[in-house]
């Protein structure tokens, strides 16, 4: 999480602390000619955000729910680790209903469109599982450096035809295609339309960002 410094009443403002790389989505954009981020340091932040995300939702005694995971709210500091930030939508769960099924009721859906997840939007049930479905959109942003609107639509279109690694970021080279495709289908699934369709955080997301984590790191230092 991105570490809070300071406030200023007076202008409404909030301090944080300066990460030099700024965000995920200018970097994955190449904003002011940055360099194009190396496959294996995407799958390192993936896994650095699924766990950041997960610290959230163990959050003691009520889980948190981000509600606005978007590239744009990851921030990178100067060795690209990467930090949740704007946790202004973040709502805390009543424990009287924070398990498994966690929801809660809200009178209108909050956060950035296309990030959203689609039963949130439509019924007000706020549950982890709405952040599982940000994280997905972003996921497949991570590898694709494109635009999230209908995203998961054209991944998934792309694996049925096979013709998958057409959707990766041209600006990147030599991506182990099957890992890659474990990423995209693990993503895919943290997209799914229906919260109970989507996987859990801790006991399946985690773990397979970690292991891909660590497969690139592998190869990286080989």
Known sequence: MVLLLGACPEYGCLVYEYLENG???DRLLMKNDSPPIPWWKRFEIAAEIATALLFLHQTKPEPIVHRDLKPANILLDKNFVSKISD?????????SVADSVTQYHLTAAAGTFCYIDPEYQQTGRLTKKSDIYSLGIMLLQIITAKPP??????????????TFSEMLDIMISDVPLEEALAFAKLSLSCAELSKKDRPDLATVVVPELNRLRDFGLTFQKN
């Open 149 to 162: 609107m209908g995203l998961a639509h054209h991944v998934k279109r792309a694996i049925e035809k096979e």
């Open 23 to 25: 965000s995920l989505e």
């Open 87 to 95: 946790v202004g939508l973040a709502r805390l769960v009543p424990p």
